[in-house]
Each structure stands twice: as C-alpha cells, then as structure tokens.
C-alpha cells in the first residue's frame, strides 16, 4: 500500500459552538494536483487554515510525508516544505517584486540571522529569485513594486512567493479569485506547467477551472467531504449535479 | 540578472557627509555662536534615534519607552567606574551589555504584540524602569542621580587619551558613533534587515514562509536597546551624571518626534536629521523662550498633517519630481527601496 503525501483523517474545527469541520477526511498523493470545492462558508478555507498551521485543529489527525503537523506553527510546517497562497492577497507590498520572492527563499530563510552580509550583493540568491519570477510569467517585473503591479501580476505573484520557499505541497487558496476570463486561462496554463513538478492542493469557486486541471476533487459541505472522485465522476454523481455548486459548461 | 544594480553602498554618501560635518564641528563651531558640547550631544542623540528607528521604521514596532535603555546604559556606565572601577571603553561596553540585556528581558514579554498593544507595553516597562530609578536610592542616587561620574582616560595599547575636554569627548564619541552607524547600516541591507522590513510588512506572509517573526521582533528590540545603552552611556560621560530624568516619559517621546521629524520611516538618515533639527530648535528657540517646546510641538503636529513621511520624505518627493522632469515627464522608475 502506497502512502499517501499527505492526508487528514477526522479533522475537527469548531468557533465557540459553530462547528466548521465536522471529520474531514483528506488525501494526496505525491504528483497529484487535487481540488476542493464547496459552496460559499462551506469551511474550505477554515480547512485550509487548519492544514497550513494558522488555525490549531479541535482534533484528528494531519499528516504530512508521515509525520503529524496537527498543531504546529505556520513557520514550522513552511519549513517542513508545506506552502501557501492566499485568497486575499498577503504580499510584502513596499518591496519589488524580486524581493518578494527572495525573501521568501530557503537560503534566505536559512541566513536570516546573518547581519553583515549585504543582501543586495548576493547574486546567486537573485538568480534563483529571478528564476521563480519567470516561472509564474513575471520575468521583466523584478524592479516593480509589488503594490505597483496590475491585479494580474499580483495574483501570480502570490504564487510565486509560495513556490519561493521549494515547497514539496502547495496549496492554492482561490488563485482565480478576481481574475477576469483572460486572466484564468493564463493562471491555468501556469498551474498546468506547475503540475508536473510539485503536488498541490486547490481550492476553487471556478468549477470548468477546477475540472479542467484537477485529478481528484472533493467536495466539502457542512463541514465535511460530501463527495469525492475524478472529474469525470462527479460529474455523474447525482448529488453534485443536483446541488447548486456551480453549473458546468 | 544581476544583483550589482541593487547592493547598498559599503559607507554611503550621507554618511560621508554627516561623518565629514560632525569631524569638522570643532573648526568653525565656535565662531557660527555654537559650542562643541552641542554637537556633542547632538552626535548622542542621533545614535539615539538611529537605534530607535531599527525598532520603528525597519521593525515597524513602536516603543514609546526607548528612554529606559537609554537611561539603563547612563546609569549602567556610572556604576561600572565607580564600583566596578571599569575604564572607559569597558564601561561603555557594559553600558550596551546591561542595556541589551533588560531590552531582552522586555521584548520578551512584548514580542508577540505589535502596534498599539506593543506601544503601550514598551510605555508600561519604561515607566518601571524610571521608578526604580527614582526609588532605588542606594543603587541610582534617587532623584539626584549619580554625580561625579568621570570621563576619565581612553587607554589604548602605548596611548594614553584623556578625555575631560569636551572635544576629546567629542572624537571619541564621533569614533563610537561611525563604527555603530556602519555596522546598522549593514544590518539593514543584510538578510536580517530585509527580513525585519518583510515581517514589518507582513507579518502573517513572513511567518508562512517560515521566517521566525517572533525572534526577528525580539532581536530588533535588543539590538535597539544596546544602541541606546551606549548612546546613554555617551550620554552619562558627557553630563558626567545620571539621573532619572533621561528614563522619564517625555525623554522617551522627544526621540519619537526625532525620528518622525527626520523621516526615519522613509530613511536610513532621517533620524540623524531629526535629531539635529530637534536639539538645534532646543537651543536656538529656547534661546528666545521658554515654550519653545510649544512651538516645536505644533511643528510637530503640521508635519505629521501635511510631510508625515518627514525632512527626508520631502527630500525623496523633492528629488523624484526632479527627476521626472528630466525624464520629459516620465514617470521615476519604480523600485522598492523605501527605506533606503
């Protein structure tokens, strides 16, 4: 039996008494580009949250490359090789482009007490910053404020910072958020070159974005995986087809 | 691409500048009706406010009660020449030691915190501070202060310096200041101060991608309250005294409104300017009155209203639209250095 990258079992969140996550039951494998779907406050993602360490679970188990990371820091598990974007876009605004992306790098990460070293004179570590930019089509922008970069730009730039950090999971929290028809297809054939190289987890709204790229979806409602399977089986699934999920093309 | 576009200069040109003016200070001083002791203190106020700025402009952390360290590293120098019977140079070093070390002991309690929950903290542990000063006779001298405080001889190998003079003062303390402010100025630009800037920024995205914000909060406070320990103990040498009154609360303010004056939060030099500029109107307004702290004060609140990015910010505005003069019109190219 083949273990799987990571996986959640019997995952529990409550606010006060509002219950978020009522057992979910999450799993990827290594390679897989895996999707998460729900309606609006469906608790994807609080799910999220919870996976990446912002949010301590109430219980159940995560596990990342078999070790549990339930309860631990954000910083603890990016450094396990777990990354994030975020929905709202969390970018360091007064730096360049460049320096969003280096900042967010290992070596950087590992030199950060170093306090005589002029940043700016490393070279190698800004190749390897400029080298992200250009994976996430930003090639030409490193000088630009991030602040002063169209909606689009910023959008792959939080990508960017999150592939940074050499994750070996990334999870992407609405990357289509905002994005205008051109701008998904363009995120789309990122994420499509991205596919290959690294596992990722998607949480999306844009269900023809979600089953185009997709290997495996869930489906979350009320707090738990109310469905589970390859694109081409949900669509036959009776359940989703009937709820309000969105209406495929 | 390369990275030669975007390195800091080893020793920048303002650091020439204000280096070459300070040096100069004794040839012309005297004759512009000024007085060496004014530079003097304007040179300690300064190193005051750089190490302040790490805090506030680089950490976006505010401490309202910086004077505590301040006055941790006046006291601490008094104590170490005249029970420990400590030379020059090693009391200075305690001076920064001592100071750092309850700077650690406070961000520890705060270091979680930021904005108005960490301005309130760093008042609170201020206000401890100046009242162990003011209680705790046997060890500060109470209200007096500790008098008598010398500034005896810089003994180096075969060279024997006496400093009682306040220009030998003066150069020693104008050689403290250089080294301190070429070592800061490196710890900006090294990846310790980019992160700093980043965790400033954005906390959350910081720690997301792994960087101990916590620690980076932590470390910025203690190396600022070491500045200000030997700025205290420059400080303590130059007065040669102590007393609870350099830990006070308003003391704690005024390098504030240095640093905002001077536009510490746009630039590495602002708080130099500010510091300048804020004794300077000290003694050349309190020449002609006694509220001069009324009128600075209301200079204070037009800047904040109309120039809240300070001197230096005007300076940066200034110089862009020149520049885009130049360039016919275009708009100045955008990079990130903002504090620069």
């Known amino acids: ?249 | 691409m390369s990275a030669d576009s975007r390195h800091a200069p080893l020793i920048p040109p303002p650091m020439w500048v204000t280096v070459a003016l300070l040096a100069s200070t004794p040839l012309w001083l005297k004759s512009a009706g000024l007085y060496q002791y004014l530079a003097l203190e304007i040179m300690i106020w300064m190193l005051f406010a750089l190490g302040h700025n790490l805090l506030l402009g680089y950490a976006g952390l505010p401490s309202f009660g910086h004077g505590a360290y301040f006055g941790i590293g006046a006291y601490a120098l008094g104590l170490l020449q005249q029970r420990g019977g400590a030379g020059v140079l090693l009391a200075l070093l305690g001076a920064a030691l001592i100071a750092a070390a309850f700077g650690a002991l406070v961000a520890a309690f705060i270091s979680h915190r930021r904005g108005i929950y960490y301005a309130l903290l760093t008042i609170a542990f201020g206000q401890v501070f100046w009242f162990v000063a003011v209680k705790w006779h046997a060890l500060t001298g109470g209200e007096d202060g500790l008098l008598n405080i010398k500034r005896g001889t810089l003994s180096l190998p075969g060279l024997d310096i006496p400093l009682a003079s306040n220009e030998a003062l003066f150069y020693f303390a104008l050689v403290v200041f250089t080294l301190v402010v070429i070592g800061l100025w490196r710890l900006v630009h090294s990846p310790f101060g980019r992160v700093l800037r980043a965790v400033k920024q954005n906390e959350v995205r910081a720690a997301f991608v792994g960087h101990d914000v916590w620690l980076y909060k932590w470390l910025a406070f203690v190396i600022s309250a070491g500045i200000a320990g030997i700025a205290g103990g420059l400080f303590a040498l130059a007065q040669q005294s102590a007393y609870p009154n350099v830990m006070s609360l308003h003391n704690s303010g005024f390098v504030v409104m240095m640093v905002l004056i001077g536009g510490g939060l746009v630039s590495f030099w602002g708080p130099v300017i500010g510091a300048l500029l804020f004794i300077l109107a000290r003694d050349l307004l309190g020449a002609y009155t006694e509220a001069w702290l009324l009128w600075y004060g209301l200079l204070f609140i037009v800047m904040v209203l109309f120039q809240p990015d300070g001197v230096a910010g005007a300076w940066q505005q200034w110089r862009a639209r020149w520049a885009r003069r130049g360039n016919g019109g275009a708009a100045p190219h955008a990079t990130g250095t903002k504090v620069a």
């Open chain 1, 1 to 249: 039996m083949s273990m799987a990258l990571f996986e959640t079992q019997n995952l529990q969140k409550r606010f006060g008494d509002q219950v978020v996550l009522q057992g979910v039951n999450l799993s990827v494998d290594e390679g897989e580009l895996v999707g998460i779907m729900g309606p609006n406050g469906a608790g994807k993602t609080t799910c999220f949250n919870v996976l990446t360490g912002r949010y301590r679970p109430d219980g159940g188990v995560v596990r990342f490359a078999g070790e549990d990371i339930a309860g631990l820091s954000p910083r603890q598990i990016a450094r396990k090789g777990l990354s994030r974007s975020f929905q709202l876009m969390n970018l360091f605004n007064d730096e360049t482009a460049l320096y969003n992306v280096l900042l967010a790098t290992p070596s950087v990460r590992r030199r950060g007490f170093s306090m005589w070293r002029d940043l700016g004179r490393d070279a190698a570590a800004h190749d390897e910053a400029a080298a992200v930019l250009a994976r996430v089509g930003l090639g030409g922008k490193e000088d630009v404020t991030a602040a002063r970069l169209s909606y689009g730009e910023r959008r792959a730039l939080e990508i960017g910072v999150a592939l940074a950090a050499q994750p070996r999971l990334l999870f992407l929290d609405e990357p289509t958020a905002g994005l205008g028809s051109e701008g998904t297809a363009r995120l789309a054939e990122l994420i499509r070159t991205l596919k290959r190289q690294l596992t990722i987890v998607i949480i999306e709204h844009d269900m023809p974005f979600l089953f185009g790229l997709a290997d495996r979806i869930n489906v979350i409602h009320w707090g738990q995986v109310i469905a589970h399977g390859t694109p081409a089986e949900l669509k036959r699934n009776p359940w989703v087809a009937r709820s309000n999920l969105g209406q495929l093309s």
